[in-house]
């Protein structure tokens, strides 16, 4: 039996990493669409990421698991606004976990250091090459009076708006082709 699940859990990791953006035509219009609503979502939103160094937008990240899980997302890195990669992002997770979900994942770099550690690795891993803080606000309040300290803040949607006490540990990006 216990085969039997490490066998499945391996099938859905494996079927949701293959998932692929059908075009980048495609995933440039979800991009778009993922941060229009951020801005709903998060007051002050769109001046926020308009201050910030550059901003990752992964509008279709998707995680399956069956005692062992696994999610994939492709997105794009955005600085001033224009998008200047293509990224991947990958996680695995072993524990209680049962089901199929979709998130959107928006991360920030707050500091031009930040954002060159980050375009200078060869894959970076949240909570080995750098930490990324899961945004916590009020109700209502805007983005822009919150003085974070962390150099990279993330912001993780789902079916229902933002999603809180969520973590990006473990989390790989890498540059895609292009």
């Known amino acids: 039996m216990k085969r039997i699940v490490i ?3 391996l099938i859905i990791a494996i079927g949701a990493a293959t998932l692929r953006a059908e075009s980048r035509e495609v995933l440039n219009i979800e991009i778009k669409e993922t ?3 951020f801005d709903k979502e998060a007051k002050g939103g769109s001046e926020f990421l ?3 160094k550059g901003y990752l937008v992964f509008p279709n990240v998707y995680k399956a698991g069956f005692g062992i899980g696994g999610e994939y997302g492709e997105g794009a890195l955005l600085i001033k606004g224009r998008i200047v990669d293509y990224y991947s992002t990958v996680a695995a997770s072993i524990g209680f976990q049962l089901g199929v979900q979709k998130k959107s994942v928006i991360v920030v770099f707050l500091t031009q250091k930040a954002l060159d550690d980050f375009r200078k690795s060869d894959g970076w891993k949240v909570g080995v090459d750098g930490s990324v803080a899961i945004a916590k606000w009020g ?3 805007d983005l822009n009076t919150i003085d974070f300290k962390d150099p990279v803040i993330g912001f993780v ?3 229902r708006g933002l999603m809180y006490n969520l973590t990006l ?3 790989k990006f890498t540059k895609l082709e292009k």
């Open 7 to 9: 066998a499945l859990g």
């Open 35 to 37: 941060i229009k609503e």
């Open 50 to 52: 308009r201050k910030a």
């Open 139 to 141: 109700v209502g309040e």
């Open 157 to 159: 949607f789902g079916n």
């Open 169 to 171: 540990e473990g989390a």
